[in-house]
């Protein structure tokens, strides 16, 4: 029986040479000499720091901006509320997200009810999702429906048997 797997992932690698073209750019940029403004990756974590709100808006535009060029979906990343730093300064944590939530596992397994396939089903397997059918031409058109759908996370299928 044809399968194939959902599974939401930000490659790390991509984002660590992001990170690091990034704050590459910061200590070269005219705006942004002499401000303090940093920008750090931790585990599953990047960490802005600017003197000002202006200045932490351009640093997520330039961080932003590395990644789509490096190919990473910004759909994985979620930033956190401005919180006030040191000498006036502001912070801000960018979280990357991987793997798929039960409340978006809900969402994409109801998305392919809707379709109405006959034979096609999903199911949760942690943080990824197996969807098995009869045919791969259904598959094909689940996998069709899905990438048009906004689930607001970044999804690979991958893994597809026949």
Do not use: C, W
């Not at 200590?27 to 002499?34: C, E, L, S, V």
């Not at 979620?78 to 978006?104: F, M, N, P």
């Not at 009810?113 to 990824?128: F, I, P, W």
């Amino acid at each position: 029986m044809p399968s194939f797997d959902i599974t939401s992932d930000v490659d790390m690698q991509e984002v660590r040479n992001a990170v690091d073209q990034a704050a590459r750019e910061i200590t070269t940029r005219f705006d942004f000499k002499g401000t303090g403004a940093s920008i750090e990756l931790s585990e599953q974590d990047v960490e802005l720091n600017a003197p000002t709100e202006e200045r932490l808006r351009a640093l997520v535009q330039v961080l932003e901006e590395k990644l789509v060029r490096r190919g990473v979906s910004l759909k994985g990343v979620s930033y956190g509320k401005v919180e006030e730093a040191s000498k006036g300064a502001v912070r801000q944590h960018a979280r990357l997200q991987a793997g798929i939530s039960s409340d978006k596992a809900k969402q994409i397994n109801k998305a392919v009810k809707d379709l109405g396939l006959k034979g096609v089903t999903s199911q949760a397997q942690g943080d990824q999702l197996r969807v098995t059918g009869k045919k791969r031409d259904e598959l094909q058109a689940v996998i069709a429906h899905l990438k048009e759908q906004d689930f607001e996370i970044p999804l690979q299928f991958g893994n597809f048997r026949d």
